[in-house]
Every structure is written in C-alpha cells, then in structure tokens.
C-alpha cells in the first residue's frame, strides 16, 4: 500500500553551481510513503506524516546553502565561525558561519533528483512502524513568464532565514498603466538571476573585486565575501517587502512610469510595492 502528500512543503535554500555560482532555488516536496496498514486502517495517520516529514527538512537542508565539497576548487574548513567555504570557479567566493547553516554533500554537482535520493533514504532509515519506505520527490515551480533565484540573508529574523546564504526562486509581475510588462520582467529577472542582495550596513568592505558583508544574528556570526558585481544592494534588509518596493523604485525612476512590482518569495507568496517617478 502506498500514501501520498502532495506539496507536503518547500525547500528554500542556496546552492553552489558551479557553472554558474551562487544559485537560490526554491523545490515543492512531493511524499510517497510504501508499508503495511495497521488495525485502524492506516498506513500513517496524515497528521504525523506531514510533521514528521517537515521537521526534518526543516532542521536539515532548508534555508541552508548546499555545498559541492567534490566540485573543483570548493575547499571547506572549521574556523571560529563554524564552517569556511571557499570557491574559485566561476568566482571566488568564502562563506563563513555556524554549522548548521550549510549543507555538506558528497558530490561534484548538486543535483535536485540525488538531494531527493539522500533524502528519502535518511528517512527511509528513521521511518516509523508500519512504514517499509519514503520516497520524496523535489520539483521546481512551473513558471512560464519571468522568473529568477536569488540568495540573501536576514540578520534580524528569529529563524532560519538569518543565514547569509539562503535563496529562493520567484516569479516577477511589474505592471504599468494597468498592464503587465512583460518585457521589463524578462529584464529585471534576468538582471536579478543567482545575485546576491545585501544589506547596505552589513557591508564591510568594498573594491571592484570583491564585496565582504558581515553581521551577527541569533545562531551565530556570518560573513560572506564574492564579487561585487554578483551583488545588488539594498539600503534595507532585503526582506521581499524592500525587494518590492526596491524594484518599484526603479522601475519608476528608469521608465517615468507609476509601477506597481508584485515580487515573489519562492512559492505562492510575496509582496506588493507601488511607486511613481
Ligand atoms: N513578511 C516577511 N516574512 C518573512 C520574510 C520576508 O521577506 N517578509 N522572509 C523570510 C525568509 O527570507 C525565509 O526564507 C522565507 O522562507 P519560508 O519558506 O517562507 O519560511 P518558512 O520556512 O517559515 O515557511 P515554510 O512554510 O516552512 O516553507 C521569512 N519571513
């Protein structure tokens, strides 16, 4: 016998690609559950199926960055912080910060389909009785229009969200004069693709090279260096509300236009700015 949950949760988290770097993505979790059904004609009572399950993302890989420790020149080390990442190709980049704000794993390439592997097997491992296997399945969203990763890090949050490399994958609406602009979507999105938005203060230092923010938060101190070009910056925490308003500024200040930005944060939420030249 066989159980479903279907968008059982998301995954929001960063990973290191290493064509193209820093990359925020953002997975639906679909669940399979294989077993025997017990006297209450159960297999697992839905109510403990989808807390499980989520429990142990959340306190896994979820808003962590995932790390290619095989991929060539990506070099991981304990320092004060915690952990050290480095990388060479195709940038250099270093991440500090507590353990738990990374997700080693084995391999050369992250690949959504092997994380969902790992996964159903540590669950298959812890599973409860009655169930013989688990088998999660890791999709992205179906986007048809504009849509672009980022990574971020929220010093102030009381969760998992304070970690300094942490992304999503979202869709773009900008609308003009009661319109969707579609064409200013595919460019800000492509614009905006595996960047980096920092906070203004927790910058620490600044070249044409490289760009070093650094802050302390709940779970421990954070620090991330790479190039500033991979980065855009925000006067103010870059909470999907900023993002929002953020975009909408530009956009009105660029086309002369009052724009209206509905800016997602990964799935099916985000958040809505208005602004006129
Ligand atoms: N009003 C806002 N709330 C939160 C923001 C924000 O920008 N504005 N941002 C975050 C974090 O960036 C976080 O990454 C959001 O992740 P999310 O998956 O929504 O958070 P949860 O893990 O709590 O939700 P799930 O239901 O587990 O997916 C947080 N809040």
């Known amino acids: 016998m066989s159980l479903f949950v279907n968008q059982l ?18 997975w639906q979790v679909d669940a399979v559950l294989e077993g025997e059904l017990g006297k209450d004609g159960m297999l697992l009572d839905f109510g403990e199926v989808k807390p499980w399950i989520k429990h142990h993302l959340d306190s896994g890989l979820d808003h962590t960055l995932l790390v290619p420790v095989e991929a060539s020149g990506v070099t991981v080390s304990p320092c004060e912080e915690g952990l050290c990442v480095r990388t060479s190709t195709p940038y250099a980049m270093e991440v500090k910060g507590p353990k738990q704000a990374f997700t080693l794993l084995p391999v ?8 969902a592997a790992s996964l159903s097997q540590t669950l298959t491992e812890q599973r409860p009785a009655k169930v013989t296997r688990v088998q999660l399945s890791l999709s992205d969203e179906v986007i048809e229009g504009a849509a672009y990763g980022y990574s971020h890090g929220l010093k102030l949050h009381k969760g998992n969200c304070q970690r300094i490399a942490h992304g999503h994958r979202s869709r773009l609406h900008i609308w003009q004069r009661g319109t969707r602009q579609h064409e200013l979507e595919r460019q ?5 693709d595996n960047r980096y938005l920092v906070e203004e203060n927790d910058i620490i230092a600044r070249d044409k090279q490289a760009l070093t923010c650094r ?28 993002i929002a308003h953020w975009l909408a ?7 002369l236009e009052t724009s209206t930005v509905h800016a997602f944060e990964g799935f099916n939420k985000g958040a809505i700015a208005k602004a006129s030249p």
Not at 9 to 26: F, M, N, Q, R, Y
Not at 108 to 115: F, G
Not at 249 to 255: F, K, P, T
């Open 9 to 26: 949760t998301h995954i929001d988290a960063s990973l290191w690609c290493p064509e193209k770097g820093l990359k925020g993505v953002s």
């Open 108 to 115: 050369a390439t992250i690949e959504r389909d092997a994380v």
């Open 188 to 192: 800000w999105a492509a614009w905006l």
């Open 215 to 242: 802050y302390q938060a709940d779970q421990g101190t954070f620090t991330l260096t790479l190039p500033d070009e991979r980065c855009a910056v925000l006067t103010t925490p870059t909470t999907v509300e900023n």
């Open 249 to 255: 500024e530009q956009l009105a200040a660029q086309s």
